[in-house]
Protein backbone atom coordinates (compact mmCIF):
# COMPACT_ATOMS: atom_id res chain seq x y z
CA UNK A 1 0.00 0.00 0.00
CA UNK A 2 1.00 4.04 -0.23
CA UNK A 3 3.23 5.00 2.11
CA UNK A 4 2.85 8.03 4.28
CA UNK A 5 5.59 9.40 6.69
CA UNK A 6 5.73 11.98 9.46
CA UNK A 7 8.07 13.90 11.32
CA UNK A 8 8.96 13.92 13.76
CA UNK A 9 7.88 10.91 15.65
CA UNK A 10 7.84 12.77 18.97
CA UNK A 11 8.35 16.04 20.21
CA UNK A 12 8.52 17.63 23.50
CA UNK A 13 8.54 21.32 23.62
CA UNK A 14 8.10 24.42 26.32
CA UNK A 15 4.80 26.25 26.44
CA UNK A 16 4.82 29.30 23.92
CA UNK A 17 6.64 27.71 21.36
CA UNK A 18 6.06 26.44 18.13
CA UNK A 19 6.15 23.05 16.79
CA UNK A 20 6.17 22.04 13.17
CA UNK A 21 4.89 18.78 12.11
CA UNK A 22 5.66 17.48 8.49
CA UNK A 23 3.33 14.83 6.90
CA UNK A 24 4.75 13.13 3.21
CA UNK A 25 3.48 10.84 0.90
CA UNK A 26 6.26 8.89 -0.25
CA UNK A 27 5.45 6.95 -3.09
CA UNK A 28 2.01 8.40 -4.50
CA UNK A 29 1.00 12.51 -5.33
CA UNK A 30 -1.86 13.52 -2.76
CA UNK A 31 -4.30 15.86 -3.73
CA UNK A 32 -6.03 16.15 -0.48
CA UNK A 33 -4.31 15.78 3.14
CA UNK A 34 -5.89 15.86 6.56
CA UNK A 35 -4.63 16.35 9.93
CA UNK A 36 -6.47 14.51 12.71
CA UNK A 37 -5.70 14.62 16.28
CA UNK A 38 -6.49 11.46 18.83
CA UNK A 39 -6.56 12.02 22.60
CA UNK A 40 -5.86 8.71 24.83
CA UNK A 41 -8.54 6.38 24.75
CA UNK A 42 -10.39 8.65 22.06
CA UNK A 43 -11.17 8.04 18.31
CA UNK A 44 -9.66 10.23 15.80
CA UNK A 45 -11.04 13.79 15.37
CA UNK A 46 -10.30 15.23 12.06
CA UNK A 47 -8.90 18.89 12.61
CA UNK A 48 -8.75 20.34 8.79
CA UNK A 49 -8.37 19.63 5.04
CA UNK A 50 -5.59 20.33 3.34
CA UNK A 51 -5.36 20.54 -0.38
CA UNK A 52 -2.38 20.99 -2.34
CA UNK A 53 -2.18 25.09 -3.66
CA UNK A 54 -4.92 26.44 -1.53
CA UNK A 55 -6.08 27.11 2.11
CA UNK A 56 -6.77 24.70 4.61
CA UNK A 57 -10.25 24.32 5.57
CA UNK A 58 -10.97 23.43 9.05
CA UNK A 59 -13.32 21.74 11.67
CA UNK A 60 -15.88 23.54 13.58
CA UNK A 61 -13.99 23.99 17.19
CA UNK A 62 -10.85 24.16 15.26
CA UNK A 63 -8.78 27.40 15.76
CA UNK A 64 -7.00 28.14 12.18
CA UNK A 65 -4.58 30.85 13.39
CA UNK A 66 -3.45 28.39 15.88
CA UNK A 67 -3.42 25.29 13.82
CA UNK A 68 -1.39 26.17 10.74
CA UNK A 69 -1.26 23.94 7.43
CA UNK A 70 0.43 24.42 4.36
CA UNK A 71 -0.06 22.22 1.72
CA UNK A 72 3.32 23.73 -0.52
CA UNK A 73 3.37 20.36 -3.20
CA UNK A 74 1.13 17.14 -3.83
CA UNK A 75 3.69 15.17 -1.49
CA UNK A 76 3.83 17.87 1.71
CA UNK A 77 1.51 18.84 4.04
CA UNK A 78 2.80 20.70 7.05
CA UNK A 79 1.46 21.14 10.69
CA UNK A 80 2.37 23.90 12.62
CA UNK A 81 1.31 24.43 16.44
CA UNK A 82 1.95 28.06 17.39
CA UNK A 83 2.20 29.13 20.84
CA UNK A 84 1.43 25.76 22.43
CA UNK A 85 0.06 25.04 25.35
CA UNK A 86 0.01 21.75 27.69
CA UNK A 87 -3.87 21.30 26.54
CA UNK A 88 -2.43 21.26 23.25
CA UNK A 89 -0.49 17.90 23.88
CA UNK A 90 -2.28 15.10 22.01
CA UNK A 91 -1.08 12.37 19.18
CA UNK A 92 -1.72 14.32 15.79
CA UNK A 93 -1.82 12.36 12.96
CA UNK A 94 -2.02 12.67 9.04
CA UNK A 95 -3.79 11.09 5.98
CA UNK A 96 -3.09 11.30 2.43
CA UNK A 97 -5.41 11.06 -0.03
CA UNK A 98 -4.21 10.13 -3.97
CA UNK A 99 -7.32 11.04 -6.28
CA UNK A 100 -10.78 12.52 -6.36
CA UNK A 101 -12.27 9.16 -6.83
CA UNK A 102 -14.53 7.53 -4.16
CA UNK A 103 -12.79 4.37 -4.95
CA UNK A 104 -9.43 6.14 -3.65
CA UNK A 105 -8.57 5.37 -0.16
CA UNK A 106 -6.57 7.32 2.94
CA UNK A 107 -3.75 6.33 3.91
CA UNK A 108 -2.45 7.41 7.75
CA UNK A 109 0.65 8.69 8.70
CA UNK A 110 2.46 6.96 12.18
CA UNK A 111 1.11 9.84 13.92
CA UNK A 112 3.42 12.31 16.07
CA UNK A 113 3.47 12.26 19.99
CA UNK A 114 3.17 15.96 21.48
CA UNK A 115 4.04 16.80 24.72
CA UNK A 116 3.63 20.85 25.61
CA UNK A 117 5.35 20.59 29.53
CA UNK B 1 -19.33 15.11 9.75
CA UNK B 2 -21.65 12.20 10.15
CA UNK B 3 -22.22 10.10 13.17
CA UNK B 4 -20.96 6.73 13.03
CA UNK B 5 -21.53 4.61 16.45
CA UNK B 6 -19.41 1.73 16.40
CA UNK B 7 -19.97 -1.37 19.04
CA UNK B 8 -19.04 -2.46 21.55
CA UNK B 9 -16.27 -0.19 22.96
CA UNK B 10 -14.56 -3.52 24.54
CA UNK B 11 -14.69 -7.29 23.38
CA UNK B 12 -12.14 -9.48 25.43
CA UNK B 13 -12.55 -13.30 24.16
CA UNK B 14 -10.37 -15.82 24.14
CA UNK B 15 -8.24 -17.50 21.98
CA UNK B 16 -10.32 -19.44 19.03
CA UNK B 17 -13.60 -17.61 19.77
CA UNK B 18 -15.53 -15.94 17.10
CA UNK B 19 -16.12 -11.94 17.22
CA UNK B 20 -18.28 -9.21 15.62
CA UNK B 21 -17.58 -5.76 15.42
CA UNK B 22 -20.83 -2.64 14.30
CA UNK B 23 -20.14 0.09 13.14
CA UNK B 24 -24.16 2.03 12.42
CA UNK B 25 -24.77 5.53 10.94
CA UNK B 26 -28.27 7.09 9.84
CA UNK B 27 -26.07 8.34 7.13
CA UNK B 28 -25.29 7.20 3.67
CA UNK B 29 -21.63 6.86 2.80
CA UNK B 30 -19.61 6.48 -0.23
CA UNK B 31 -17.41 4.09 0.99
CA UNK B 32 -16.77 2.40 4.43
CA UNK B 33 -13.62 2.05 5.46
CA UNK B 34 -11.96 -0.53 8.31
CA UNK B 35 -8.56 0.54 10.46
CA UNK B 36 -6.28 -1.28 13.09
CA UNK B 37 -4.40 0.92 15.14
CA UNK B 38 -1.52 0.20 17.95
CA UNK B 39 -0.62 2.13 20.50
CA UNK B 40 1.37 5.23 19.55
CA UNK B 41 1.05 4.41 15.90
CA UNK B 42 -1.10 5.50 13.15
CA UNK B 43 -4.15 3.69 11.76
CA UNK B 44 -3.17 0.57 9.20
CA UNK B 45 -6.09 0.12 6.60
CA UNK B 46 -7.29 -2.64 6.74
CA UNK B 47 -10.41 -2.82 3.82
CA UNK B 48 -12.51 -0.80 2.09
CA UNK B 49 -15.72 -1.50 1.12
CA UNK B 50 -18.02 0.28 -1.63
CA UNK B 51 -21.16 -1.16 -2.51
CA UNK B 52 -24.29 -1.71 -1.18
CA UNK B 53 -24.37 -5.66 0.18
CA UNK B 54 -21.06 -6.21 -0.70
CA UNK B 55 -19.00 -8.76 1.54
CA UNK B 56 -14.80 -8.76 1.83
CA UNK B 57 -12.81 -11.47 3.27
CA UNK B 58 -9.58 -10.92 4.38
CA UNK B 59 -8.03 -14.43 5.59
CA UNK B 60 -9.90 -14.76 9.04
CA UNK B 61 -11.58 -11.21 9.44
CA UNK B 62 -15.24 -11.00 6.80
CA UNK B 63 -16.27 -7.37 6.39
CA UNK B 64 -19.50 -6.99 5.11
CA UNK B 65 -21.22 -3.45 3.84
CA UNK B 66 -24.82 -2.90 4.08
CA UNK B 67 -27.06 -2.70 1.80
CA UNK B 68 -28.28 0.99 2.09
CA UNK B 69 -24.27 1.72 2.75
CA UNK B 70 -25.22 3.04 6.61
CA UNK B 71 -24.06 0.39 8.24
CA UNK B 72 -21.26 -2.71 8.44
CA UNK B 73 -19.46 -5.16 10.54
CA UNK B 74 -16.21 -6.80 11.06
CA UNK B 75 -16.15 -10.84 12.14
CA UNK B 76 -13.00 -12.50 13.46
CA UNK B 77 -12.90 -15.95 13.22
CA UNK B 78 -10.76 -18.05 15.40
CA UNK B 79 -9.55 -15.22 16.76
CA UNK B 80 -5.66 -15.09 18.16
CA UNK B 81 -3.72 -12.52 20.63
CA UNK B 82 -2.12 -11.16 17.45
CA UNK B 83 -5.63 -9.80 16.61
CA UNK B 84 -5.45 -7.57 19.75
CA UNK B 85 -5.63 -3.67 19.13
CA UNK B 86 -8.48 -0.79 18.29
CA UNK B 87 -10.43 -1.29 15.53
CA UNK B 88 -11.50 1.52 13.99
CA UNK B 89 -14.71 2.14 11.27
CA UNK B 90 -14.77 5.36 9.20
CA UNK B 91 -17.50 6.45 6.61
CA UNK B 92 -16.38 8.64 3.51
CA UNK B 93 -18.71 11.79 2.67
CA UNK B 94 -19.38 11.52 -1.26
CA UNK B 95 -19.23 15.49 -1.48
CA UNK B 96 -15.40 16.03 0.51
CA UNK B 97 -14.13 13.06 1.06
CA UNK B 98 -14.26 13.35 4.95
CA UNK B 99 -13.67 10.55 6.81
CA UNK B 100 -15.77 10.25 10.16
CA UNK B 101 -14.85 7.77 12.26
CA UNK B 102 -16.40 5.74 15.03
CA UNK B 103 -15.53 5.80 18.65
CA UNK B 104 -13.51 2.09 18.71
CA UNK B 105 -13.39 -1.41 19.56
CA UNK B 106 -10.66 -2.21 21.78
CA UNK B 107 -10.31 -5.95 20.98
CA UNK B 108 -8.24 -7.91 23.40
CA UNK B 109 -7.58 -11.72 22.55
CA UNK B 110 -6.40 -13.55 25.48
CA UNK B 111 -4.15 -16.90 24.94
Known amino acids: GAVVSQHPSRVICKSGTSVKIECRSLDFQATTMFWYRQFPKQSLMLMAT?????????EQGVEKDKFLINHASLTLSTLTVTSAHPEDSSFYIC?????????????FGPGTRLTVL | TQLLEQSPQFLSIQEGENLTVYCNSS?????LQWYRQEPGEGPVLLVTVVTGGEVKKLKRLTFQFGDARKDSSLHITAAQPGDTGLYLC???????????FGAGTTVTVRA
Open chain 1, 50 to 58: SNEGSKATY
Open chain 1, 95 to 107: SAREGLSSYNEQF
Open chain 2, 27 to 31: SVFSS
Open chain 2, 90 to 100: AGEDSNDYKLS
